[in-house]
């Protein structure tokens, strides 16, 4: 390749990582944290789910026909149960809709009623728009993260177009960097930690880069299909084949049409439906079902899986005498290698295809991922302080390094301190009241620790400061545990929940310890000593 081109290729490479250095990490951690977001951390998250995850099937039937009887015939035309499995709700969820509305709603409405996994005791009750519903229902720390992950909590359409155009720019970083390292063999094992920081720095990125490059081309591509595929390509396809008809789009995609309703009474086996789909499936969670017109001779059944040996997610669909019909995707009984690609993007973003492993593995990549911009801003501010002709001060470096050490070491100690405050509100706050507290906790803490960047400290106290603090709010989840709450010993998911606090303890040893390592500059406050 021609020397002129490489520089173009370098340029494209270095500005790009420049320009989006600390979003990229912004997005990049947080997607790392999302991985384990559902269900794992959800369960630790839930006391709920640790006592139990499975509902028995002729429970489940019998308390969709009981509150069924409670509510208008027309609620019955379409049900959805969620499964307490740790990927949606926390608790047994019966969805009563009418799409129609009722006389009180001229739009889509719902009765809910939300039940205790373990005692099926009733604990929620909602009437209203189901849009509402949905968008209010209790999260948690793990969920908060995985949300702000998918757009920042910007909402839409600004922040999945924001995260979308990210996936991009590390698409295109990961390109041009495989392209510009043209010993990538001898890179792939150059780490020479024992000559300077500086030197760590550039191997270490060069490493993580070349390493994971299969990984960030993945997740770039993914990423951004999954951040502009609803805002831009959802539109795009529906003006050139649907004269701009949206709604039509999704109607003639979604696997679960209308049913007709026959009027004929026949009881809806949706219990022998639930053991049918786990026999058939033995390592797959059912995360809900779908019931259309319930007790009806026409009733239609879909059940969503999540894992086992299929990569994606699955639909399979019944009849409501329990006779099974299909097994497909969520996008319907359609044919065609674009539909295999994109029903790949969800789980191959997430690491939601080959067990526990594979999700450890992508977590561990992620944080390289996120490592990988910030790194390389670094090695650029470091070339620019170097030699006479420097073009940065020490001053003006000092000034980057604490921006970068508070926007981005300011996430990762607000994501942490949402770990212990989690375990604080499940013992003080109920249900959704809890959703109030994680937003100005989060933000709060962020925006406070890149303010105390503006100060002019020494950047290498600031840094140790940061994971001192990171340490000990990821230090203090187990404690608190053990304190709080005896339950979490004894309980059927106590492996789960020991194993969680155990790691959450041990990685903020690590970052106490590293901390404790690290010595201020000699020309501490030489910011405040020029101004």
């Not at 930690?193 to 993945?218: C, E, P, Q, T, Y």
């Not at 993914?222 to 502009?228: D, I, P, V």
Request: charged share 15%; hydrophobic share 50%; glycine share 8%.
């Amino acid at each position: 390749m021609k020397s002129i081109t490489l520089k173009k290729l370098f340029l494209l490479h270095s500005w790009v990582g420049i320009i989006t250095a600390v979003l990229l990490f912004i997005i990049a951690f947080s997607g790392a944290l999302a991985v384990l977001s559902r269900p794992e951390l959800k369960i630790w998250a839930n006391p709920e789910l640790q006592s139990s995850q499975h509902v028995a099937s002729v429970q489940v039937n019998r308390l969709v026909n009981e509150y069924h009887k409670k509510v208008p015939n027309e609620f019955g035309e379409n049900i959805h149960v969620f499964m307490p499995s740790g990927h949606n709700f926390y608790l047994l969820t019966l969805v009563f809709e009418s799409h129609h509305g009722d006389e009180n709603y001229s739009e889509e409405v719902a009765r809910v009623f939300q039940f205790h996994p373990d005692t099926l005791a009733l604990v929620n009750t909602y009437y209203g728009p189901s849009k509402d519903f949905y968008a209010n229902k209790k999260t948690d720390a793990p969920s908060y993260i995985g949300e702000f992950h998918a757009d920042l909590h910007l909402g839409r359409p600004i922040g999945l177009i924001l995260t979308g155009f990210l996936g991009l720019t590390l698409l295109v970083s990961a390109i041009t960097g495989l392209f510009i390292h043209r010993k990538l063999i001898k890179e792939l094992f150059t780490f020479r930690r024992d000559k300077g920081l500086n030197i760590a720095i550039s191997d270490g990125h060069k490493v993580m880069g070349i390493w994971g490059s299969v990984f960030n081309i993945v997740i770039g591509f993914s990423g951004a299909f999954l951040g502009l595929a609803t805002v831009i390509l959802l539109p795009a396809a529906a003006f050139v084949s649907f004269g701009g008809d949206q709604n039509k789009l999704i109607e003639t995609f979604t696997a679960i049409p209308e049913t007709v309703i026959s009027h004929t009474k026949q009881p809806t086996q949706l219990d022998t439906i639930l053991e049918n789909a786990r026999s058939r499936y033995p390592k797959a969670v059912i995360i809900d079902a779908t019931i259309m017109a319930n007790n009806d001779a026409n009733a239609q059944v879909y059940l969503r899986l999540l894992g086992g040996e299929a990569v994606a997610s699955q639909l399979l669909h019944y009849r409501g005498n329990g006779e099974f019909v299909k097994s497909m995707s969520s996008f319907g009984d359609i044919s065609g290698i674009s539909i295999k690609v994109i029903e790949l993007v969800f789980p191959m973003h997430f690491g939601n295809f080959a067990g526990i492993f594979i999700k450890l593995l992508w977590v561990l990549l992620g944080f390289c991922t996120a490592l990988l911009p910030v790194s390389g801003m670094m090695m650029w501010l470091a070339k620019r302080t170097r030699g006479s002709n420097a073009s940065l001060s020490e001053v003006a470096y000092a000034r980057w390094n604490r921006f970068i050490i508070g926007s981005c070491g300011g996430l990762v100690l607000a994501s942490f301190v949402l770990l212990p405050l989690q375990v604080i509100l499940n013992h003080n706050v109920i249900g959704a009241a809890q959703n109030s507290y994680f937003g100005p906790v989060f933000f709060n803490t962020w925006l406070g620790w890149l303010l105390i960047g503006l100060l002019p400290v020494d950047y290498k106290t600031y840094f140790k400061q940061t994971l001192l603090l990171c340490g000990l709010a990821l230090s203090a989840v187990l404690p608190l545990n053990i304190l709080l709450s005896h339950s979490n010993i004894i309980n059927l998911n106590s492996g789960l929940v020991a194993i969680v606090d155990a790691s959450f303890m041990f990685v903020g040893a690590m970052c106490i310890g590293y901390a404790l390592k690290i010595k201020a500059s000699t020309n501490t406050y030489i910011e405040a000593k020029t101004a």
